[in-house]
T-cell receptor
Framework: DVKVTQSSRYLVKRTGEKVFLECVQDMDHENMFWYRQDPGLGLRLIYFSYDVKMKEKGDIPEGYSVSREKKERFSLILESASTNQTSMYLC???????????????FGDGTRLSIL | GQNIDQPTEMTATEGAIVQINCTYQTSGFNGLFWYQQHAGEAPTFLSYNVLDGLEEKGRFSSFLSRSKGYSYLLLKELQMKDSASYLCAPRKGAGSYQLTFGKGTKLSVIP
């Protein structure tokens, strides 16, 4: 079974802090993704990575950056946290498209982040 | 861009059948996923369609019509544990890794 592990289930930070959210997957997946999920807005893609050190912007990258130094780990960074970044953050991983067309994204349990 | 439309909420009775519709617009179709998400939990994969027609998986089936930009998820013999949100997610386009998620349909199963 695929296991995607997010470092924290709940996190409370202050405005202006630099915040790191960590995600690790154990299935040697090429692709990793960071989403945020807000009521009425659904899941929105922040950034994704298709290989080590590679990253692409999703639909809402502003205020965020990412790091992928190792294949199994994908970090989301809030450079200077703001209250509008209070949300549920979900990490996901999947096989590369060329390998398995029908393989889904597998999600971690999420980190509920509150910025005060 | 992508436009995904699914009903916000639905209610159905235990033991019944319910159909959750999804319409989408994509620039180059490359497969569509359905996910289930219980409140406070991660989305979990239910089904995948890339060709027209019905894919059956136990109590759950999913249908796709590419020419109409339309899919539905069919849940049979509803159980209380099926109360959840159901997310429609087409791939962003040919050769894309990305999914675009609909806002989800919150299904409530009542006794």
């Amino acid at each position: 079974d695929v296991k995607v592990t997010q470092s924290s289930r709940y996190l409370v930070k202050r405005t202006g802090e630099k915040v790191f959210l960590e995600c690790v997957q154990d299935m040697d997946h090429e692709n990793m993704f960071w989403y945020r999920q807000d009521p009425g807005l659904g899941l929105r893609l922040i950034y994704f990575s298709y290989d080590v050190k590679m990253k692409e912007k999703g639909d809402i990258p502003e205020g965020y950056s990412v790091s992928r130094e190792k294949k199994e780990r994908f970090s989301l960074i809030l450079e200077s946290a703001s209250t509008n970044q209070t949300s549920m953050y979900l990490c996901a991983s999947s096989l590369g498209l060329g390998q398995a067309h029908n393989q889904p994204q597998h999600f971690g349990d999420g980190t509920r982040l509150s910025i005060l | 861009g992508q436009n995904i439309d699914q009903p916000t909420e639905m209610t159905a009775t235990e033991g019944a059948i319910v159909q959750i519709n999804c319409t989408y617009q994509t620039s180059g179709f490359n497969g569509l996923f359905w996910y289930q998400q219980h409140a406070g939990e991660a989305p979990t994969f239910l089904s995948y369609n890339v060709l027209d027609g019905l894919e059956e998986k136990g109590r759950f089936s999913s249908f796709l019509s590419r020419s109409k930009g339309y899919s539905y998820l069919l849940l049979k013999e509803l159980q209380m544990k099926d109360s959840a949100s159901y997310l429609c997610a087409p791939r962003k386009g040919a050769g894309s890794y990305q999914l675009t998620f609909g806002k989800g349909t919150k299904l409530s199963v009542i006794p």
